[in-house]
């Protein structure tokens, strides 16, 4: 029994496939756990300072006066806009609602299925049988 399901050719082949995985994965294992032993034999260690140079200031900020902004500037902003102001690219004035930002929403009414089915009666005659829903 053993040997005719070896004679197989089916088997054989899937016999020979399994073979060359169980060469090729311990061979492709090897090379790469080399490759790693070769890597860790270098003789000169790296002596690298990754510690930042940057130095902390907590003194007090220094005080500053900003001086408000000249109405006047604001007045030649809108003359610009109105001497340069493009037609293909006018943009709609944005539309406020008032209300809250996150509104609750309204919950749907579920729509019932049909209660009842029609049966195979005359047009003359329509009646509805009503069966239960479960």
Same mark, same amino acid.
């Given at each position: 029994m053993l040997k005719d399901w070896i004679e197989d050719?089916?088997?054989q082949e899937h016999l020979r496939s399994l073979a060359r995985w169980l060469i090729i994965v311990p061979l492709i294992l090897l090379l790469l756990f080399g490759?790693? @032993?070769l890597a860790l %034999?270098?003789? *000169?260690?790296? !002596? $690298?300072?990754? *510690? @930042?140079? %940057?130095? $902390?200031?907590? @003194?007090?900020?220094? !005080?500053?006066v900003i001086r408000p902004i000249n109405p006047e500037i604001i007045e030649e902003i809108q003359r610009d806009k109105? *001497?340069?102001?493009?037609?293909a690219h006018n943009e709609p004035?944005?539309?406020?609602?008032?209300?809250? !930002?996150w509104s609750t929403p309204t919950p749907t009414p579920e729509v019932a299925p049909?209660? @009842?089915?029609? /049966?195979?009666?005359?047009?003359?005659?329509? /009646? %509805?049988?009503n069966t239960p829903t479960e």
């Amino acid at each position: 029994m053993l040997k005719d399901w070896i004679e197989d050719e089916d088997t054989q082949e899937h016999l020979r496939s399994l073979a060359r995985w169980l060469i090729i994965v311990p061979l492709i294992l090897l090379l790469l756990f080399g490759c790693g @032993s070769l890597a860790l %034999l270098e003789t *000169r260690p790296a !002596f $690298a300072d990754t *510690r @930042s140079q %940057l130095k $902390a200031d907590y @003194s007090q900020w220094p !005080f500053m006066v900003i001086r408000p902004i000249n109405p006047e500037i604001i007045e030649e902003i809108q003359r610009d806009k109105e *001497r340069y102001e493009d037609p293909a690219h006018n943009e709609p004035e944005p539309v406020v609602v008032p209300g809250p !930002f996150w509104s609750t929403p309204t919950p749907t009414p579920e729509v019932a299925p049909p209660t @009842s089915t029609p /049966t195979d009666t005359p047009i003359e005659t329509p /009646t %509805l049988v009503n069966t239960p829903t479960e």
